[in-house]
């Protein structure tokens, strides 16, 4: 079964430290997500991609936050300066093509900032 | 800005009682989705429903949309310990990018 593989599982840096978080979606699906879920709280949206671009973005998809996909496969979440309030869990997510399709999410990466 | 209240946020119940769980908001949603989450693993979608009143089952799950098309339930019957964890409902926001907007999870217990 396909499935959205997130690469580190775990990730602790020092504040300051620029992290790359990676995703590899599902093959021949076209639209990519980045969310995340602070412990103990609800899932957030954080941006959304399709075509190339970013298509929408939240209010915490501040400056520090990047989104690229550079070889068609792979689907990375960068932010620049962490800051405490980063540490959380990051999912990747993809959907195909069509209305009401279903978003499959990755394990996700707890970014751990010390 | 579209919101989701979900009801409650923690039950704790015996083997074989039915519960039920409550996904609320004053927005439309072109779709609704209901998700399980497990410890340190991503959501996985349990079901999604699109037509106002719409039932669907799974199993001992019961989801039903508002006919309004802005609240659902997630109705279990006979609940197991199996069923122990985090639902999630999530709704299609409305800008047509196909982001998903959660309510804050209602985790569950059932005790054997």
């Known amino acids: 079964e396909p499935e959205v593989t997130q690469t580190p599982s775990h990730q602790v840096t020092q504040m300051g430290q620029e992290v790359i978080l990676r995703c590899v979606p599902i093959?021949?699906?076209?639209?990519f997500y980045w969310y995340r879920q602070i412990l103990g709280q609800k899932v957030e949206f954080l941006v959304s991609?399709?075509?190339?671009?970013?298509?929408?973005k939240s209010e915490i998809f501040d400056d520090q936050f990047s989104v690229e996909r550079p070889d068609g496969s792979n689907f990375t979440l960068k932010i620049r300066s962490t800051k405490l309030e980063d540490s959380a869990m990051y999912f990747c997510?993809?959907?195909?093509?069509?209305?009401?399709?279903?978003?499959?999410f990755g394990q996700g990466t707890r970014l751990t900032v010390v | 800005t579209q919101l989701l209240e979900q009801s409650p946020q923690f039950l704790s119940i015996q083997e074989g009682e039915n519960l039920t769980v409550y996904c609320n908001s004053s927005?439309?949603?072109?779709?609704l989705q209901w998700y399980r989450q497990e410890p340190g693993e991503g959501p996985v979608l349990l079901v999604t429903?699109?037509?106002?009143?719409e039932v669907k089952k799974l199993k001992r799950l019961t989801f039903q949309f508002g006919d309004a098309r802005k609240d659902s339930s997630l109705h279990i019957t006979a609940a197991q310990p199996g069923d122990t964890g985090l639902y999630l409902c999530?709704?299609?926001?409305?800008?047509?990018?196909?982001?998903?907007?959660f309510g804050q999870g209602t985790t569950l217990q059932v005790k054997p």
């Open positions: 991609f399709y075509n190339n671009e970013i298509s929408e």
């Open positions: 429903v699109v037509t106002g009143g």
């Open positions: 999530a709704g299609d926001g409305s800008s047509n990018t196909g982001k998903l907007i």
């Open positions: 093959s021949n699906h076209l639209y």
């Open positions: 997510a993809s959907r195909g093509q069509g209305a009401h399709t279903e978003a499959f």
């Open positions: 927005s439309v949603f072109s779709s």
